[in-house]
């Protein structure tokens, strides 16, 4: 196949780049170890908090979570730091700057360098990480880590390794770290997503990767056939995942290779193992049974992290080792760390706490297994449980506030209740003899998703309070930030507490969404249900067949439609070659290997073409007209028309051209940036540029027009209703030339 | 390919390589955090210490005495609050206080020793135990940096008495006297460093050369959890008598270790003819009528007789106790504290959670609460005897050890630096 050749290329090329490369930095490969920090997860996971600091500053027992992060880093040795920022970088460089510790180029920082990296238009991990290849300054081996990360593993062994086998063998590019634990464990209970790692026990080797979540309606994940070639593997979910990379250089290569993955794990992991008879590309997994990682990546995480640290899992990273230096925490009895200048009462009660310095809690008050930052006043007979409060919030007398995130400066009036779940953002204040509704969890804040002030709602914080109800849209495209939509799985977990019960989770409601899936724009993976995706599609097909060999034939053609929707689509958007041959090729590689249906062919032929065309209406590829969209489309690769004619629609048959226009139809409802309207008048621009390029004739599209199944659905209705002008037209050209033909014969 | 030690996390020895090139700031800072990380710990401290007040000698500037002290006193508080679980960091930077007052009253007996014997004389009165106080003024004066410290350092006391008593004297102004003396005092201090150095390296052989006075032939001798100064002890004892060993206090083998525990100790002593037994630690109890006597390694031996020790060896002391065994510590000097122990030391130190429930455990980590205490205070009435590098010794004659090796100023000062 010529896409392998071709990739097969660029490898032996990057090899040998490498190769003199490392010939004149032999000794620094040796001594310097690089490492890469994302300092953006694109997900609003912890808004509303994230409106204002970064997830990665926010206080993780009473220490910004970046610290941990770069604590991790200087305890493995690494010299050389780079922290890529997206959301608030200014926010983080200050942070950085002002750190007494780490400011970069200080005489006491434990890192040689530490740079940041801006890059404005990011839109996800993987933007960075490509942009990371082209700025050449990862050397050798590094380390590719989370902001958000905490750890107290020591990487020595695994580096070690990483780097055997590296030497072994050059395409093993990759080795995650990851942590193993049992069933029930509270961290794997807080993640969103559960992680599949399919690896052969003697190697350590990742061949497969999957996720599952609980908006999946079957539980169960398919595993490629091709692994029953290997002796022994292993299926694990019982690892925590917690972003720790060691990466060659390569691995950046194979980022840059494919421009439209987003997600380390699910898109990244996911695609090269998949892909790595192509590429060829090995990745191996380090499970630690010992020691401490996880990744504060949502807020039943951030929860659970922090109860590990209240209980010492991440020796040494516990308050009273005073990480930062201004600390100044001691243990006290009960289990607690309490700074100085904390004033306890003696009546009051604090077990299993941390308390900030000069917080004041006064009589009568009980504080248990909580966070409080500094500089905090807690009134008398309080009752604190399981909460975080950060610096500076104010709490009246009797108040009781029970598994709740307060952040910096909130005032909570006397004798309120704070229910369970509850996250009050920075500045709010809930006034006298509130209770807040428990159900759903009060969410509140001073700003709007756009950051603009709330107007205060005073029937949930009080006649003097400040804030309201924090609520999110449902899609916001303009979001810097991830626009993590509807049915991201995280919306599981926007509170403290899991709980799936604010969602309907009836299998049909589930199932008509998945099968527009079958459509849906495979690149949009982080908006709405994007991440659903690829599990729901398969399990879509998989509801009309039983067995489990057919099982194995959906996953089939699911990867076929996506391959081939891919491979299509790039030698489309490709602007260098006229060519249409290879990817014909290709596409018919696919087909075969995978044994491809015709009707699975012409969707995926529908798919490509639909969406180059819907490309070029966006303003960055010119905004063309649809007509011209549609035109550009189709006729810009020689033997694209021959193409569609033959493979696409695939027959002379009136049966074939109605499926193909159907299916072209069903594409661009799959496509999201297009309104109904819109996506008509593309249909309709399409289904012309097909006639006059004689792929279709009136039969075809009349039949298609009179098919029922063209009319299904309300939004199907809208978009075939925009064609009517061009039946019209049509009909009554069928009716001219007639005529004409009737003159002719005259 | 690069050897397995060498690894990128950062340990004592790659600290003590990175000395030379780094400023003093950054080697300090350096050790604070891997003090804070337990990347140095237990003995190792000691060492990287003396080490890091060398480096505060030799590259910090400072003009006199005065300076040299506030310098390394505030590096070794800094260490020593970085640390408060490791007293012999706050040893090591009483032991170079006292050096440095030494030297410089030496120095200074000596230039007037060669000018006139009367100074000698003058000299003496100031010098006596309760020291008169000086007028304040004049040490503002005196002091270079134009600092108001009202320090009770001895050298203080003897320059004043130079400078303000007896003006007719100070033939040699101290602006003139400084450079000679300043470099010789620096080389001095750093000879005297080196020597302290010297000593923690030699305390474990020092130590092991008691060791068959200590066991006699045909002992049933507990050990738990021996450390390197331990196995020292015993196998020093093994080449000179038959005996036998219960090794207490083993833990389950860790997964990919590639040994059984202390396997390194048990093959030197077979060698040697001496048998060897272990003991779970919780067996150790039924074997404790048998015993002849208990060794225990110090962590820290405090001025009252009590000891800083592992976690689980006052287990032992106590059982040893109980059936009135003698329990034998062992400790160089220099883990030797001038004062008592606080609350905090006799509470123990906390350790982390994993080392005896495993994070893994599942549905554990939620149910359990898990206190894992490091470190242990063993009360002073269980101990009998103190083996040091200088022999055996009572604990009544703790007091004269510790009178030997720490000045009145450091006792005094330093209950600041470990508690600060």
Request: hydrophobic share 40%; glycine share 6%.
């Amino acid at each position: 196949m010529s896409g392998k050749g071709a990739k097969g290329g660029a490898a032996a090329a990057g090899k040998a780049k490498k190769a003199g490369k490392a010939g004149a930095g032999e000794e620094k490969r040796e001594d310097v170890l690089q490492a890469v920090i994302i300092a953006d997860s694109f997900q609003d996971r912890f808004k509303p908090f994230t409106l204002e600091k970064p997830r990665c500053l926010l206080p993780l027992v009473n220490i910004p979570a970046i610290e941990y992060a770069l604590e991790f880093l200087a305890s493995n040795g690494v010299q050389e730091v780079f922290i890529y920022c997206g959301a608030h970088s200014e926010t983080i460089e200050k942070y950085i700057q002002d750190s007494p510790r780490w400011t970069p180029g200080g005489i006491i920082s434990p890192f040689s360098s530490l740079d940041f990296i801006r890059v404005s238009d990011a839109n996800s991990v993987g933007d960075f990480l490509r942009d990371l290849d082209t700025r050449g300054l990862i050397s050798s081996d590094f380390i590719l880590v989370h902001g958000d990360l905490v750890a107290n593993l020591q990487l020595d062994d695994a580096l070690a390794k990483h780097r055997a086998r590296r030497e072994a063998n050059r395409d093993a590019c990759m080795t995650m770290v990851l942590r193993s634990v049992a069933e029930g464990h509270r961290a794997l209970e807080a993640r969103v997503v559960t992680p599949i790692f399919v690896v052969e026990p003697s190697t350590g080797r990742c061949l497969q990767y999957e996720e599952m979540h609980p908006l999946q309606s079957d539980h169960y994940t398919i595993l490629d056939p091709a692994l029953f070639k290997f002796p022994e593997f292993e299926l694990r979910s019982d690892l925590i995942d917690c972003g720790i990379d060691i990466c060659t250089p390569e691995v950046l290569a194979l980022w840059s290779e494919s421009f439209d993955y987003e997600l380390p794990r699910k898109n990244f992991l996911h695609g090269v193992l998949k892909d790595w008879e192509l590429n060829g590309k090995l990745i191996y997994t380090e499970i630690v049974e010992e020691g401490y990682a996880a990744r504060a990546s949502n807020l039943p995480m951030y929860d659970c992290i922090s109860k590990d640290i209240l209980e010492r899992w991440t020796f040494p990273y516990v308050p009273d080792s005073n990480m930062l230096h201004d600390q100044s925490y001691k243990r006290a009895k009960e289990g607690s760390g309490i700074e100085d200048g904390v004033s306890i009462a003696r009546d009051s009660k604090v077990t299993k706490s941390v308390i900030g310095r000069n917080t004041k809690v006064e009589a009568g008050s009980s504080i248990s297994r909580s966070v409080i930052g500094r500089r905090c006043q807690i009134g008398k007979n309080v009752r604190i449980e399981n909460s975080y409060i950060w610096d500076g919030a104010i709490i009246g007398d009797d108040s009781v506030i029970t598994r709740s995130i307060l952040a910096d400066s909130v005032t909570v009036g006397k004798n309120c209740r704070i229910p369970d779940g509850s996250l009050l953002s920075f500045g709010v204040h809930i006034g006298d003899e509130q209770h807040l509704v428990s159900s759903p969890s009060p969410r509140i804040s001073l700003l709007t998703q756009d950051r603009h002030p709330v107007e205060t709602d005073i029937s949930v914080v009080g006649q003097d309070g400040k804030g309201a109800p924090y609520q999110e849209r449902v899609e916001d495209y303009d979001e810097d930030e991830e626009d993590a939509g509807d049915t991201d799985p995280a919306v599981l977990q926007n509170s403290l507490i899991y709980s799936l019960a604010h969602l309907n989770l009836s299998s049909e409601s589930i199932s008509t969404l998945a099968s527009e899936e079958h459509y849906d724009d495979d690149d949009d993976l982080g908006s709405q249900a994007g991440s659903l995706s690829a599990e729901s599609r398969t399990r879509a097909r998989l509801s009309s067949f039983a067995s489990d060999d057919s099982a194995a034939a959906a996953s089939k053609s699911d990867v076929f439609h996506s391959d081939a929707v891919h491979g299509l689509l790039d030698a489309l958007r490709a602007e260098d070659s006229e060519d249409f041959d290879s990817a014909k090729l290709e596409f018919m590689g696919l087909r075969l290997a995978n044994n491809a249906s015709d009707s699975a062919m012409r969707r995926a032929i529908a798919v490509a073409f639909v969406k180059r065309a819907s490309e070029l209406l966006t303003a960055e590829n010119g905004g063309l007209e649809p007509t011209k969209a549609a035109e550009e489309t189709f006729t810009s690769k020689r033997g694209a028309v021959k193409f569609i004619k033959e493979v696409g629609v695939g027959g002379e048959g009136v049966a074939q051209q109605t499926e193909f226009a159907l299916a072209t139809q069903k594409a661009l409802l799959g496509v999201r940036q297009l309104e109904t309207t819109r996506a008509g008048v593309l249909l309709a621009a399409m289904l012309q540029q097909l006639y006059s390029l004689d792929i279709l004739e009136e039969e075809g599209i009349l039949a298609w027009w009179g098919d029922k199944r063209a009319s299904e659905s309300d939004t199907m209705n809208k978009v075939k209703e925009k064609c009517r002008v061009l039946v019209e037209w049509l009909e009554n050209a069928d009716e001219e030339e007639s005529d004409e033909e009737d003159e002719d014969s005259d | 390919m690069a050897p397995s030690q060498a690894g990128y996390a950062p340990n004592l020895d790659k600290f003590l390589k990175s000395l030379k090139g780094q400023t003093l700031e950054a080697s300090t800072e350096s050790l604070i955090y891997l003090l804070k990380r337990k990347q140095v710990t237990g003995d190792e401290c000691a060492n990287a210490t003396a080490r890091m007040l060398l480096q505060v000698v030799a590259k910090s500037k400072w003009h006199d005495v005065d300076q040299l002290l506030a310098r390394v006193q505030s590096t070794g508080s800094r260490l020593a609050r970085a640390a408060p679980h490791e007293p012999v960091i706050g040893n090591i930077v009483r032991r170079v206080l006292g050096l440095i007052r030494d030297e410089a009253t030496e120095d200074r007996n000596a230039d007037e020793m060669s000018e006139s014997v009367e100074d000698i004389q003058a000299l003496s009165v100031p010098a006596s135990p309760p020291p008169p106080r000086p007028h304040p003024g004049l040490i503002r004066t005196q002091t270079a940096g134009g600092s108001v410290v009202v320090s009770k350092s001895m050298f203080n006391l003897l320059s004043v008495a130079d400078t303000a008593d007896l003006p007719t004297t100070t033939s040699t102004p101290m602006s003139q006297a400084q450079p000679a003396s300043v470099s010789t005092l620096r080389s001095e201090v750093i000879d005297g460093i080196e020597e302290i150095m010297d000593e923690i390296s030699q305390a474990d052989d020092q130590i092991a050369t008691f060791a068959d006075i200590q066991i006699s032939p045909g002992d049933y001798v507990l050990v738990y959890q021996p450390t390197r100064t331990v196995e020292k002890f015993l196998v020093k004892a093994a080449s000179k008598r038959r005996f036998t060993v219960f090794i207490a206090g083993i833990e389950p083998p860790h997964n990919g270790a590639a040994e059984a525990p202390y396997s390194a100790l048990r093959k030197k002593l077979n060698a040697a003819g001496v048998h060897t037994i272990c003991l779970a630690s919780n067996g150790l109890m039924a074997y404790i009528p048998r015993i002849n006597k208990v060794v225990i390694n110090a962590k820290a031996v405090y001025q009252n007789g009590g000891l800083l020790v592992d976690s689980g060896s006052s287990i032992a002391a106590l059982a040893a106790h109980a059936f009135s065994k003698p329990v034998i510590v062992l400790g160089g000097v220099f883990k030797f504290c001038p004062e008592d122990p606080s609350d905090q030391v006799k509470s123990g130190e906390q350790g982390s959670a994993s080392s005896s429930v495993t994070y893994a455990e599942g549905a554990g980590v939620d149910a359990l609460e898990v206190e894992n205490t490091v470190t242990d205070y063993v009360p002073p009435e269980l101990v009998d005897i103190y083996v040091t590098n200088l022999g055996p010794q009572t604990r009544h004659h703790l007091a004269s050890i510790l009178a030997d090796h720490y000045k009145p100023e450091e006792m005094v000062l330093t209950m600041q630096l470990g508690d600060a």
